[in-house]
């Protein structure tokens, strides 16, 4: 039935061959049933699919008019229109790579699962019968209490990252060009072993949007994983459940940006929120790490000014102020670059392609990967599949760092 499978997800054939690093006739013997799916390939299969393996071996089923019935749940929403093929092929590498970090992590007996307390604890302190906005204020001042990023009175940007992979979630931040998808998260590896993955793409963005993005994100992991396979937000911000985006959004905003963080800046900058300029804002996105637009919303919505002024502190232009402050300014591959105790390899050597769909790999799984390898736990090979590339490729972004001789 894999074949159908397949099409009812609207996943090219060929891609999915390359994906497994199958030959394509091999492949398509396979989905014409001219030899069996071998077991060795199942586990890979059903975490990107989302299937569960047994039903990846049965015959295929008889022809119908809707082949939406055979869609895994997940794939069921990713054929929304305004996802291209491209955008599907991306999220299924992401999905080959939740699998390699289920793998990692089952060999380096380092596995965590603390955002399953931790969400469960955040979503029993909501009230269900609040408005979207108010559950997620209080989500956010859960989340901050219960991590430790409450204790301070400046933007959690730089922590948040850290934070949500200590908790067990998968974070990717990677370039997906063309494309209408600014966010995304879903459960990704085994069935029964699977975790949350949030994705935010990198590509024309900034590292304040991104943090807003992957904080929406991981409002959505809370609230409502449990009853969708898959969110989705567009760059446009149209089309989703008006409710589950309006909690998401209070959870960000409030988790980044609380007013105990505006009083504070107020305070140490003696700032008068009547008389904005770009400078001033500029400042306070460098102390936040939020982006301009956000951070406006957040301080009238806690009535710093009046509403009327909103606007037109949204178009004043403070970039050239911002680059003066902050290095996050910067382009990703700048900002790496100047950071003196980022090793090269984090800056340069991360970005993978696979099947035709390029991925930055997180630093943390790339050191993980390169740590099995040297303590002798993987294969050179395995290491090399792992990081999503051919040895010769390997060997060449990070063959001084592998001291593991075979």
């Known amino acids: 039935m894999l074949k159908q499978i397949l099409e009812a997800a609207r996943l090219d054939e060929d891609y999915c061959a390359r994906l497994l690093g199958v030959p394509l006739s091999e492949f398509h013997e396979w989905l014409d049933g001219k030899s069996a799916l071998p077991r060795f390939i199942l586990s890979e299969l059903s975490a990107i699919l989302g299937h569960p393996t047994d039903k990846l071996v ?33 999220v299924a590498l992401v ?50 209490k219960q991590t430790g990023l409450s204790k301070g009175q400046t933007g959690i940007g730089e922590d948040i990252r850290r934070s949500i992979r200590n908790l067990g979630v998968i974070l990717i931040e990677s370039p997906l060009s063309h494309s209408q998808l600014e966010g995304c998260c879903m459960r990704v590896g085994r069935d029964g072993r699977d975790v949350p993955c949030v994705f935010a793409n990198t590509y024309g963005s900034t590292w304040f949007r991104r943090n807003v993005v992957i904080m929406h994100e991981l409002g959505h992991a809370i609230f409502d994983l449990g009853t969708s396979p898959v969110t989705i937000d567009y760059l446009d911000g149209a089309g989703n459940d008006e409710f589950t985006e309006a909690r998401a959004q209070a959870f960000a905003r409030d988790a980044l940006i609380p007013a105990s963080v505006l009083n504070h800046a107020t305070n140490k900058w003696g700032i008068r929120w009547a008389s904005l300029n770009p400078a ?35 178009k004043l232009n403070c970039s050239g102020e911002l680059a003066a402050l902050s290095d996050h300014a910067l382009t990703t591959e700048a900002y790496l670059r100047r950071q003196p105790s980022i090793p090269l390899w984090i800056a340069q050597n991360r970005n993978t392609a696979l099947g ?10 790339v050191g993980q990967v ?27 972004r990070f063959g001084s760092l592998l001291t593991m001789a075979e």
């Open 58 to 90: 049965e015959p295929p089923r008889k022809a119908r008019l809707d082949d939406s019935a055979l869609a895994p749940a997940v794939w069921f929403k990713l054929r929304e229109p305004r996802l291209k093929p491209e955008d599907r092929a991306f």
């Open 95 to 144: 999905r080959k790579l939740g699998f390699y970090m289920d793998q990692l992590q089952t060999v380096r007996q380092n596995a965590t699962r603390q955002f399953e307390l931790l969400f469960a604890s955040i979503r029993q302190s909501v009230d269900g019968s609040a408005p979207p906005t108010v559950q997620g204020r209080q989500a956010a001042v859960e989340f901050r």
């Open 280 to 314: 001033i804002i500029a400042q306070l996105m460098a102390s936040t790490h939020v982006e301009q637009r956000i951070l406006l919303e957040a301080a009238c919505e806690h009535g710093y000014f009046q509403e009327e002024k909103l606007e037109y502190y949204q």
């Open 356 to 365: 035709g769909r390029s991925l930055r790999l997180p630093a943390g799984y």
């Open 370 to 396: 390169i740590l099995a390898f040297n303590d002798g736990e993987i294969s050179r090979g395995k290491a090399a599949e792992m990081l999503l590339m051919d040895r010769e490729t390997m060997e060449e």
